[in-house]
């Protein structure tokens, strides 16, 4: 495991792997640092170069698809912190978590979706990675994925 971090480490501890960073679809960076911190654009559960499943949650995706979907996401969004500062050990905490679910109508269960990534964020960060978060319902999301989640990451020199 030479040249991975401890927070990498981790991951791969959980049976995970950090995936290489999400090209973006349009005009944007995955991630930005400005200061002590790294804003990712929004990561959807992109794996391989693909959605693993589409749609609405509560109507053709279920709400514990969207949760592990989530936490694909959360998965993403440290690629794309990774890839503007070089080392995930520098991470000395997630402030903020966003997430965007594409639900049904009548679906109101967003903020269990997004306790997939805030889970995640756990596991791997441990302390640092308890945050503050928005879980918010939307009509549609980008290539019909059910769930997108940014992060807020503060950093250490």
């Known amino acids: 495991m030479s040249g991975e971090s401890a927070i990498e480490q981790k991951i791969a501890s959980l049976g995970l792997k950090l995936p290489e960073v999400v090209p973006p679809l349009a005009a944007y960076q995955?991630?930005?640092v400005s200061g002590a911190y790294v804003y990712t654009a929004g990561q959807l559960p992109m794996v391989d170069g693909k959605l693993p499943l589409t749609g609405k949650v509560?109507?053709?995706v279920t709400p514990e698809e969207a949760k592990s979907l989530a936490a694909t996401c959360a998965l993403n969004a440290l690629a794309a912190v990774k890839s503007a500062i070089g080392d995930l050990d520098r991470v000395k905490r997630v402030v903020k978590v966003v997430g965007f679910v594409a639900s049904a109508p009548d679906f109101t269960g967003q903020p269990a979706v997004l306790n997939g990534a805030s889970e995640l964020l756990g596991e791997v960060l441990g302390?640092?990675?308890v945050h503050a978060r928005s879980a918010v319902g939307v009509a549609v999301l980008p290539l019909d994925?059910?769930?997108?989640v940014e992060?807020?990451?503060e950093i250490e020199p």
């Open 127 to 129: 302390e640092a990675g």
């Open 151 to 153: 992060l807020q990451v």
């Open 145 to 148: 994925a059910p769930v997108e």
């Open 30 to 32: 995955p991630a930005v």
């Open 58 to 60: 509560g109507a053709e």
